[in-house]
């Protein structure tokens, strides 16, 4: 079960540094401020995704508190 978690939270650690490059293309190029704001409103939602996944791949895997 851990390992489906690991694979996700891998998953969506690839699609939070996509994002995040992105949007630094985005700035570089001076694009629009609201397509600035809706990839870091994303990339802030991804990397929760993450965080979740990875706790949840700790505690199934009884790396968590005892």
Known sequence: MSTVFNILAVLVMVGVVL???RGLINMMRGGSGNTSNKLMQARVALQFVALVLIM????FSGYGPS
């Open 19 to 21: 994002v995040l490059i």
């Open 56 to 59: 949840l791949a700790l505690y």
